[in-house]
């Protein structure tokens, strides 16, 4: 990857997202915002690639999920985010696609960094490659943590948002029979 203009095509409404720098594009996947079937361009048009292709994205694990089925590649920000939505517990298998090496996620060092059962500020980008410490400026890492605070904040009034829409659409499906337009 370079300094170059970045796309995401997402595989599951055929979405495409940017252009966007480097930077983001590595945020996105630290962030669980990519999945496997997810391309990646630099030009928007042409040369589309998965993105577990890109090395720099970190996509290297495969998840067995519970019903043995293997999601990924991913990586260790989709692994957080699984398990702090509770998708997936410590018990599971990983494989890394690049070593071979396989194990039960408890076993694995960011296991211990990694947010269980709620997602916080202080844990949701543990064990990611982006630091606010990494920055060397004590004041814009100040304004790192607390604008991922307030991104946790309106995640979770997002998260309340689709609850309350998927009630509410369920409830009109149970008393019409059918989709609401």
């Avoid at 495409?16 to 030009?43: F, Q, Y």
């Avoid at 920000?77 to 408890?106: H, K, M, P, Y």
């Avoid at 694995?108 to 982006?130: D, I, K, L, M, W």
């Amino acid at each position: 990857m370079s300094d170059a203009q970045w796309y995401l095509l997402k595989s599951a409404d055929r979405q495409v997202h940017g252009p966007v720098d480097h930077a983001t594009i590595l945020a996105w996947a630290s962030e669980a915002k990519i999945s496997p079937l997810d391309k990646i361009s630099n030009d928007g048009h042409s040369g589309w690639q998965r993105a577990p292709m890109f090395d720099e994205l970190q996509m290297d694990w495969l998840i067995e999920m519970r019903d043995n089925y293997l999601y990924g590649p991913t990586n260790v920000g989709t692994i957080q985010e699984f398990l702090a939505t509770g998708e997936i517990d410590g018990s599971v298998s990983l494989i890394n696609c690049r070593t071979g090496q396989e194990d039960r996620l408890q076993n694995f060092p960011f296991f211990q960094a990694s947010p269980h059962h709620t997602r916080s500020v202080e844990t949701t980008f543990v064990g990611t490659q982006y630091s606010a410490q990494s920055t060397g400026d004590p004041a814009l890492a100040r304004r790192i943590q607390l604008l991922e605070k307030q991104l946790v904040e309106y995640q979770q009034v997002v998260d309340q948002w689709q609850d309350a829409y998927t009630s509410l659409r369920q409830q009109f499906i149970e008393a019409t029979g059918r989709e609401p337009l």
